[in-house]
Structure formats: C-alpha cells, structure tokens
C-alpha cells in the first residue's frame, strides 16, 4: 500500500474505474450473448436485441473496453445473424 496522499488516491480511483469498466464490458457481453440466442431462436424481438447488442459493443468501443476492429467485427457479425 502507497505511502503518499496521491498515490493512495490513485490506488483508490484506479480501483473504482477498473469496477466501473468491468460492469460495462460485462453488460456489453451480456447483450451479445442475448442477442445471439435469440437470432438462433427466431425469436420476433431478436431485431431488437441484436441492435441494443450493436449500441453496447459500439459504445464500449469508444470507451476504449474494446479495440475498434474487434468492436467491428462483433459488430458484423450480429448484423449476419438480424
């Protein structure tokens, strides 16, 4: 554990932020996963789903959780499957 004041702030927020980027990738992965099994179901919200599924990966890409080509690819894939 850091001595000085800064450090021991840093230590703090980099903690919360880490907390923070872990719920968004989670939710975003979440929502592909969603997303997916209900395009393999035919489900009649799949359309739905999948472009909710396209905002998370879009905004996670931005976010920097994901690097943009693999965003994009994520991305392609779910529109296949609308």
């Known amino acids: 554990m850091p001595n000085i004041k800064s450090a021991i702030k840093r230590v703090k927020k ?3 932020l880490n907390a923070q980027n872990a719920k968004a990738k989670s939710a975003m992965r ?3 996963k969603k997303a997916d099994t209900a395009a393999l ?5 799949a359309k739905e789903l999948i472009k909710s599924a396209i905002q ?5 890409a931005s976010k920097g959780l994901i ?9 392609a ?3 296949k499957k609308a």
């Open 14 to 16: 980099n903690e919360t």
């Open 30 to 32: 979440t929502a592909v």
């Open 41 to 45: 179901n035919n489900d009649e919200n």
């Open 56 to 60: 998370q990966v879009e905004k996670a």
């Open 67 to 75: 690097h943009k080509n693999a965003a994009t690819r994520k991305k």
């Open 77 to 79: 894939q779910l529109m």
